[in-house]
């Protein structure tokens, strides 16, 4: 009948039948966690597996058993439980308001030092109020001695300080991230590397390491913000200036490495020279973007008929083009000798450079385009606007049949290497097809199948 009387019974009571079911409660919901791949899954284990067992035992120690606080084993248990919750303190706050950060916040851009400052901060003061309160140590003589020593090392140090400072509130601002490319110190390198001390440039000739506060104290260009290309190319004086500048303006929009939401603009310079200005996400893409520019505007300028360094194209003989006529348009189109002989005339070879696109989407092709050597690759935007891949066409296959309909293309195409192809006009097509209903049938089966497949992808569905 004492034990009803006493405040341990219901102490050891509480303790046996809370700690079973608070362990049940936290194992849910760390499962819970796990599922959702949250971040404080970690935080909900250790509060399970050690908080709360260190918490029990405590209990029942001081409150069941009434053992004094001031003993030694309380005080060693108290001092556990008071690291794992400074732990846990620690390990919550940074997945919870840093680890959880959106990419562009102040929480983000926050330098790694001023982090592992405020968790030591955080740190001391948790020492400091479990050395007070479960040993009993004056800790206000600790204090006022480390703010004195502080005091002398920072008058001692203060310009060594003050530019390890200003290189932190350079890193808080974060004018570079890594991969951005710098132009410092007559130095243009990639950001490999920062920490609080420097920052790592790979440049040319090896890693260059920077001091923050050499940084800060200097001006530098981030060649990774609006960076821009400027490709000069030169025409033949007698084409038409804005004809030109649409053609390279055109082939620069094309370009994989241009910067999404940006619009290329070439204007002539003077003397057949024109600039065009074409805006990349990185310097480390000008190269392949130069490269790449200057070979489709070889192809492009002697398909539209201009003189790209005073070149003519030479390439569409008599020779080619019957050739072309005879072994690949003659089969597809049932055509006569008489009508090859016809079409002699209106007909043309082209060449296209890998990777050019050789129809758009939503274009009405002007005429028909026959694949002599190479291929391309049909292509739909699905929903999301990402390009999905229909078929591939190879010699003896043709493209613009819309053009017959005057409609619009569903799919575009690009050539996946070196075309030659055969573009024969609307106008003359028509007169030739017009007299083989047959053919025109198959042109609709054609139309409607490819069609069909770009419905498809754009779907998300597998195209067979």
Known sequence: MNAFHSSWFYWAIGVALGFPVALILLTELHHALLRRHNRLARQVSLLRNAVLPLVALLLLVVKAAQVPSGDATVRILSTVFGFLVLVLLLSGLNATVFESAPQDSWRKRLPTIFLDVARFALIGVGLAIILSVIWGVRVGGVFTALGVTSVVLGLMLQNSVGQIVSGLFMLFEQPFRIDDWLDASDERGRVVEVNWRAVHIQTSSGIRVMPNSTLASTSFTNLSRHHRLTVKTTFS??????????????????LPQLRAGSVPRSVPVGAGEYATTIALYSPADDGDARSMFLRWIWYAARRAELHLDGADDDYSTRERVADALRTVVAPALRLTVADQQALQSCARIVLYGAGEIVEYVGQVPAGMTFLVAGRVRLTATAGDGSVVPITILEEGSFLGLTALTRQPNMAGAYALDEVTALEIDREHLERLVMREPVLLQDF??????????????ARGERVG
């Open 237 to 254: 004086l007698a084409d038409p200036p804005d004809r030109v500048c649409e053609l390279l303006t055109r082939v620069a929009a094309q």
């Open 444 to 457: 609709g089966h054609i139309i409607d199948e490819r069609q069909s497949k770009v419905r498809a992808a």
